[in-house]
């Protein structure tokens, strides 16, 4: 188990430091993209961009570019945006991950309640027409777009109705929650169950199918013959074996929507978190902030990547021997 | 993503061939006597075409499509407008007046001017204006031509490129396998909306140049590159699994045995069972290439103006989205139907080629 545990530990790191390499080249030696052209602006004469060159350290060799990239990074932790001089870039992403942890913890609770209560129906009135309705629902949820529901959303309870029946929802962006518990809470209603419906549309029809094939083995078989009730069989034997798939699936999501694939939502609702932060370092092409937030994301993901495979190994010992 | 279980070797027959099932399975095996028993591929095209719902969703695919073809026969014969330029000072007739197109904002606070809204008279601005004064039926028809496009052909070239990597590294195996394992983990574990935005900012500054290939910046390869880049880890990881459990069968073994080449052992026993699998995903992929095409385009980081995209669209429909909603309503209507459709098509198409999942799906 250890040996596995290292091993995994060891092509953990591999990954992070490919990313940060392919993150790099991506931003500074894709042909034909000058990041000082960039920063300069438009029409900039070659001296001025010579002299943005040097100052932001783009004239040494690449690797050398890198390096100090890396160790303003996570060593000195004093990498500074490109565009407001001066500001640095891990405090502005340390500030914006309690939004982001904020909105995907509320809503991965509310997408787990609500897939396991659609898988779990589903499957124990299999064959009955409830099974088919909540299946569509879920495949209905899946394939609506996340940021034009929260567009509609927006439409529908901030414009009209926001006066009346939709009064308790506060306008766009984000209360800390030291700051206004009850604000925080109402702000962001909205955000996670906008952002729970894709996930609770795929969960739950994942959740189904796996349940319903676990129905099919052996151990179900004998825990029927033991006359067992169905509703002990479901929520004991069926459904712990099919959360193995469920666990190992969330891990992933919850990881990449952690590490900014909530995007989307957080753009629609204001909220300033590290989707967003990206999202405005690349109206102006920051490239040191870009870096950093997909290299925190980048982080989250290897790392929870890593904790689902050990959890796997530690089920399932033949997952061990690599 | 669902694993799919394999059809039964088909060995000897002669390989079937992917043709078959687009054409409904009407041609069987290579032999001359017609074989006891249909082909798999003939079987699935007979079970997919009486599957309702899959054909259902395959009739309303192919009515948006032929209506987003439609759409230049839309805007010279019926609207009689050009989506693509602005018209800002251009009159519209509603109930036989003539009405400018942008007027004056009698609504909210601004002074700001407001194009007008759904006609619903085809030959006049049906679904209304957009900020510019272009019509928005006429372009929701053009922006479904890019999403569908771009939807289909990364979905076509991921699975390609899928194939291709998932058979060299599961049947090679060796430090070809560790090699291409590694870079998948990588791309895996690349936050995919990140990666794309990393991607598009690059290229759609400055285009890209790979010795005699250009891609322009504006160009609609751009997000179509971007999306098979981030999704190929998706598909090429089960596909080598699946080679790699192949490759330990029996009928593998014996056609080592016999000493058939590499090249044959991969295109008549291998490829044409992992092809179930791939063509399970094709309409998945297509659905969720679309959906990010949508949202890197609303990011305003996919399709480029002066070409629409539904992503464009609602983009451009979310500062008219309290006074004018239907530009923004819409096309996510339409992008909510489409990927349902191919989601539903996927399904009947997994159900069709692999039976044991409908029986445990109890369908």
Partial sequence: MLRFALSRFASMIFVFISISILVFLIFFATPGVDPAARIAGRNADPATLAAVRHSFGLDRPLPVQYLIMMKKLFITQDLTSFVNRGQKVVPEILAATPVTISLVVGAAVLWVIFAILMGVTAAARRGRPIDPILMAVGLIMLSIPPYWLGEVTNLITQDRLHSTVFAWVPPLGYTPFSQNPTQWFLGLVLPWTVLAVGYIGLYGRVLRSSLVETYSQDFVRTAKAKGLSPRRIMLRHALRTSMITFVSLFGLDFAALLGGAALLIEVVFGLPGIGKLTYDSLENFDLPVILATVLYAAFFVVLLNAIVDLFYAVLDPRVRRV | MGEVATLPPDGEQGGPVAADLVRGGAAGGGGAPPPPVPSPWRLAGHDLVRNKSAMASFAVLVLIVLACLAAPLYASHIAHTDPFTSNIEGTTVVNGQTVKLIQQSTQGLGLGSLPIGPTWDPGHYFLGADVQGRDVMARIL????????????????????????????????????????????????????????????????????????????????????????????????????????????????????????DWRLIRRDILPNVLTTVIVFIPLMAAIAMLTESALSFLSIGVQPPNASWGTIINDGQSLLYSRPAVAIVPGVLIAVTALCLNLLGDGVRDALDPSARLRGGA
Avoid: K, M
């Avoid at chain 2, 590159?225 to 330990?248: C, D």
């Fill in chain 2, 142 to 261: 053009y922006g479904g031509r890019n999403t569908i496009f771009i939807g289909l052909t990364s979905a076509v070239l991921i699975c390609f490129f899928a194939t291709i990597i998932g058979l060299v590294a599961g049947f090679f195996g060796g430090w070809i396998d560790y090699v291409i394992s590694r870079v998948l983990d990588v791309l895996w574990a690349f936050p995919v909306y990140l990666f794309a935005i990393s991607l598009s900012v690059v290229l759609l500054t400055s285009g890209f140049a790979i010795g005699p290939v250009h891609i322009g910046a504006g160009s609609l390869a751009v997000p179509i590159l971007i999306i098979t880049v981030i999704f190929i880890a998706y598909v090429a990881r089960p596909v080598r699994g699946e080679v790699l459990t192949l490759r330990e069968r029996e009928f593998v073994q014996a056609g080592i045995g016999v000493g058939a080449s």
